[in-house]
């Protein structure tokens, strides 16, 4: 079925227009998925409106894996939190982040098809089918919330990520491959080696682009094994974070105790990225005291991998492991004016 659209909606303007008025930053893209690229959207976001971010597409659990499975697209959920991240501090902004994240749920006692599904994921699926082109459907998504900046998948199939892990078992130690993001995430700090299928799958021509057009990349935070290291073993997504002019941020989780990592130092954390992608460099790491047991080790392991360490406050004043958007704000202003 044929759907035309016309151009592009015109979209309310909020303070946050005025706000980024005078900032000279400069393009950035943001790579990561999840919470951890939301954390970063809502801080770059005040900062700039000359934003991309580009997002994993490996999720197969939740509302996204069914999706998924059941009508062979994309998976939306990582996809739908950045757009719900780049909405304005506007009630247009914050109706419709809500409206993107609201998740139906049945009445008790009964199974619905709905429930569980976010209503932005539908959405986007939507413009996915009648557009029959995941960028443009996340263009129009955008519009319509108002998003300051674009999303782009970091490739336009669905990926799927395994890795080995280390079973201990009565008879020896042995390896198990893991497959799905999901699965993955959810075995612990024993992870062997990580794959991305299928191993050819070709990266978002339009988040290619983007990333050699930028003046800063900023990857992390996130889940290190599924949604920041992903975009360092997509071939051409890999070659061009290495080749791009753009400077390049790193930004460390607030925990090194996640699932994916616990028993891991800070160090331990870079020490992954220089396996995956020994020519990847940086300009700049930024991390949270806390998370540092050796910052002697933590400065020598940043200068392997071509940068230098910024260390920071970056954290939620509740002490939870969460990020402070204008904590996170006035780090990476500090950084992109430094460099």
């Not at 303007?13 to 939301?38: C, D, F, K, P, Y």
Request: with cysteine.
């Amino acid at each position: 079925m044929s759907f035309l659209t016309g151009p592009l909606p015109l979209i309310p303007q909020g303070q946050g227009e005025r706000e980024n008025e005078g900032q000279t930053v400069g393009s950035i893209v943001a790579l990561g998925g999840g919470h951890g690229l939301s954390a970063s959207l809502s801080a770059l976001r005040l900062l700039t409106s000359d934003l991309t971010a580009v997002v994993t597409v490996a999720d197969d659990g939740g509302s996204s894996g069914r999706l998924r499975r059941e009508l062979g697209v994309l998976p939306p959920g990582d996809l739908r939190m950045a757009l719900a991240a780049l909405c304005d501090d506007t009630d247009w902004g914050r109706t419709w982040r809500d409206v993107m994240q609201h998740r139906f749920r049945s009445q008790p006692g009964i199974e619905g098809s709905l429930d569980d599904h976010a209503l932005g994921n539908l959405l986007i699926v939507t413009l996915w089918e009648l557009l029959g082109d995941p960028v443009a459907g996340l263009q129009w998504a955008g519009a319509l919330l108002g998003a300051r900046g674009q999303v782009l998948p970091m490739s336009t199939l669905p990926l799927t990520i395994e890795g080995d892990v280390l079973r201990r078992t009565a008879a020896g130690d042995v390896l198990e491959t893991i497959s799905g993001q999901a699965s993955l995430a959810a075995v612990g700090s024993d992870v062997h080696d990580v794959r991305l299928l299928p191993v050819d799958a070709p990266g978002c021509p339009a988040a290619l682009e983007a990333i050699e057009l930028a003046d800063w990349v900023v990857l992390g935070p996130g889940s290190w094994y599924t949604s920041v290291l992903p975009h360092l073993m997509l071939p051409q997504l890999r070659d061009a974070l290495c080749a791009t002019s753009a400077k390049r941020c790193l930004t460390m989780n607030l925990t090194n105790e996640t699932t994916e990592t616990s028993g891991m130092t800070a160090v331990d954390h870079l020490a992954v990225i220089r396996r995956y992608a020994p020519e990847f460099k940086v300009d700049a790491v930024l991390v949270d005291p806390s998370v540092v047991a050796d910052r002697a080790a933590f400065e020598d392991a940043v200068a392997e991998l071509g940068g230098r360490p910024v260390f920071g406050k970056v954290g939620a004043a509740s002490g939870r492991p969460i990020h402070d958007p204008l904590r996170l704000a006035t780090a990476f202003h500090d950084i992109f004016g430094e460099n």
